[in-house]
């Protein structure tokens, strides 16, 4: 194996590794920032040794080991006032005396430490912005570099808000600890919405060249797993992983082989992945049991999830339940209203008792506020308009929905539609 190829292959080692490591550092230290230095350093540690020794055959618990080390030299270079820190080096010190368990230095607490560290990344004391840049920072493993070119922001502004983030954590003092009772179901809203808007900028890019970043998709669902496994009775962590993965499942279809957008009701069902389907099926039927014992009702994403699955059940957009999509839109306008929520409820009616059912709803939804930028409205409404008949509405509405959006593929495919209006 070349240098190269070894360096390559420490940085996937580090890549898989880094979030438990990250995770397990903070445990120990109580600084989010200063653990990611330890890994950091670590990492440093593996390209200048293992080149020369080989990869060992635990490579996570050697650079945990090796973290470690580095973090007993940080507390006795630095002049610690406090006890506690005096406690933490103490601590350090006589484990690094005890002989090296290097099973237990990584995976002792790793389920714990990285459900602490989900929860700080998502910490609602830091913007929404902030969070998804932090948790795909610590817990994706992806460089500001590879975070820029997803959210199409300037790498420093990605670099800005991570450190600021981080120093934001430790100023707080916010404890890594899993929030308890009332604070939990805050805090497990706030984790789940930072996972579904990565998820959600993946899917549907909102600006940029291309309609779809994958890497964030499977960024968002990895780390939904994850936290499935970890908050195993959360009936609405695995209503999420349930949507994910039978959204996921569409990926090959939802684009052209040149990158262009095909709609939900154009799609090749046939080549929709079944394996992500009946996974989803299956997470989703975990969330309606643990809700049913639970005495609560399906939350946002579950229903949500029920939604994708009226779509993955049906073999052709002809066979879709629109009636129970309907339904469904109902209940998740009820504990989640939004004019979005209703807006999708206006297209599912629409698919069920014509185009000027969904209209009446959407030409109402034009005097909300929240809507006057969002594309989807007149894009919607266009559509609506076109199977009525009403070319030349329609046609204003799609060029009007193009000039909203960011998205060069969307703007074209809603340009393309504008233009087959003039036919």
């Not at 080096?89 to 560290?117: F, K, S, T, W």
């Not at 817990?139 to 997803?150: D, Q, V």
């Not at 909300?368 to 509405?397: I, N, Q």
Request: charged share 25%.
């Amino acid at each position: 194996m070349t240098a190269t190829d070894t360096h390559r292959a420490i940085e996937a080692v580090f890549r898989i590794e880094q979030a438990k490591l990250i995770a397990g550092l903070t445990r120990m230290v109580r600084d989010v920032g200063v653990a990611e230095e330890l890994a950091q350093d670590a990492l440093v540690a593996a390209l200048e040794q293992w080149p020369e020794s080989g990869i060992p055959e635990k490579p996570g618990a050697w650079l945990m080991a090796a973290a470690k080390h580095r973090a007993i030299d940080l507390f006795r270079r630095n002049t610690l006032a406090h006890r506690k820190h005096a406690e933490l080096g103490y601590e350090l010190e006589i484990e690094q005396e005890r002989p090296p368990d290097l099973d237990a230095a990584l995976d002792d607490h790793v389920g714990d430490d990285l459900l602490r560290l989900i929860f700080i990344s998502c910490h609602p004391i830091l913007s929404p912005e902030a969070r998804a840049a932090l948790t795909l920072r610590l817990l994706g493993g992806l460089t500001t570099e590879e975070i820029a070119r997803a959210f199409l922001v300037p790498e420093p502004t990605i670099q800005q808000r991570i450190v600021r983030a981080k120093r934001a954590l430790s100023e707080s003092r916010v404890p890594f600890e899993v929030p308890r009772g009332e604070e939990l179901v805050a805090r497990l809203s706030s984790v789940l919405s930072v996972i579904y808007l990565i998820f959600n900028e993946g899917y549907s890019a909102t600006a940029g060249d291309d309609w779809m970043r994958p890497q964030l998709c499977e960024e968002a669902l990895r780390l939904g797993r994850i936290l499935a496994e970890l908050a195993h009775d959360e009936p609405e962590v695995h209503g999420l992983v349930a949507l994910m993965e039978i959204q996921a499942s569409r990926f090959e279809t939802r684009t052209s082989p040149s990158g262009e957008p095909i709609l939900l009701l154009d799609q090749n069902r046939a080549r929709w992945d079944q394996l992500l389907i009946r996974r989803g099926l299956a997470a989703l039927e975990r969330a309606e049991t643990l809700a049913r014992e639970s005495g609560r009702a399906s939350g946002p994403y579950a229903l949500q999830a029920a939604i994708a699955a009226c779509h993955a059940r049906a073999r052709t957009a002809e066979e879709t339940d629109w009636a129970r999509i309907v339904g469904l839109y109902g209940a998740l306008g009820e504990i989640a209203p939004s004019p979005i929520v209703e807006l999708n409820r206006a297209v599912a009616l629409a698919m069920l008792f014509g185009p000027e059912a969904g209209l009446e709803i959407v030409d109402a939804l034009t005097a909300e506020p929240v809507l006057k930028t969002y594309h989807l409205l007149p894009s919607v409404r266009g559509d609506l308009l076109k199977k009525l008949g009403r070319l030349g509405e329609a046609r204003a509405e799609f060029e009007r929905a193009a000039g909203l959006t960011r998205n060069e593929r969307e703007r074209k495919l809603l340009l393309d539609r504008a233009a087959a209006c003039a036919d």
